[in-house]
């Protein structure tokens, strides 16, 4: 049987802050090159029925998500940000520039063995890199891979790009399926470089949209 994926829609890869603020207290993990470990502390999040009543989005597989939250940041959140996504939140500085963001929007592909599924799932991936970048000919992709994300097996492309006004921009687009069913979560990250302290590509790990996405459980 043919995998097969929903498509993405080109609305969802944009640095704009969404309306709502909040703020919590802080986090930590272990942090090793594309490998995180330990699970962020600060604002949980459960995408489910009742997230999806409330604000008129589709959740075909369930998921929990941690926000972790620093002192002196602020956090932007948007239920269903548009196209088929289910979540988008912004991480700024007490200033409101924007740090990095995460964005979660649901895919099905086939109960093929899990192998083949994070091969075919490349082409997601590709998908995600093409909507998000604005000038492939200023982009670069720095490595794609399949790893363990907490308990579920991924894949993942990491791209650099020129956002313009924004600077360099770290791109992290990481597909996830549910080993249980044919549905998925694609997590897009894009980070600000100028708005952070990197010194390697490796840093965006330590970030807030990283913490995020290793506390994502189905």
Do not use: H, W
């Amino acid at each position: 049987m043919k995998p097969i994926f929903n498509a993405l829609a080109a609305s969802l890869f944009s640095l704009t802050c969404a309306p709502v603020l909040a703020q919590e207290s802080g986090a930590s993990v272990n942090i090793s090159p594309l490998t995180i470990e330990g699970l962020s502390i600060g604002k949980k999040i459960v995408v489910g029925a009742a997230f999806a009543e409330r604000f008129g989005v589709a959740v075909p597989l369930p998921f929990e998500i941690v926000i972790p939250t620093i002192e002196g940041q602020n956090i932007y959140y948007d239920p269903a940000p548009g196209g088929n996504g289910i979540l988008k939140v912004t991480f700024t500085t007490s200033e409101d520039q924007v740090r990095s963001n995460i964005q979660i929007v649901p895919f099905t592909i086939d109960m093929i063995p899990v192998e083949d599924r994070l091969q075919a799932l490349r082409s997601l991936l590709q998908q995600a890199l093409d909507t998000s970048i604005p000038d492939p000919d200023r982009a670069e992709v720095l490595i794609v891979q399949t790893f363990e994300m907490g308990p579920y097996p991924a894949i993942e492309a990491v791209a650099k790009y020129d956002g313009g006004d924004d600077g360099l921009i770290i791109l992290r687009v990481v597909a996830i399926p549910d080993p249980e069913s044919v549905n998925g979560l694609m997590v897009i990250m894009n980070t600000v470089a100028k708005n952070n302290e990197m010194s390697v590509i490796t840093d965006i790990l330590e970030f807030e949209a990283a913490k995020a996405l290793n506390s994502i459980r189905f």
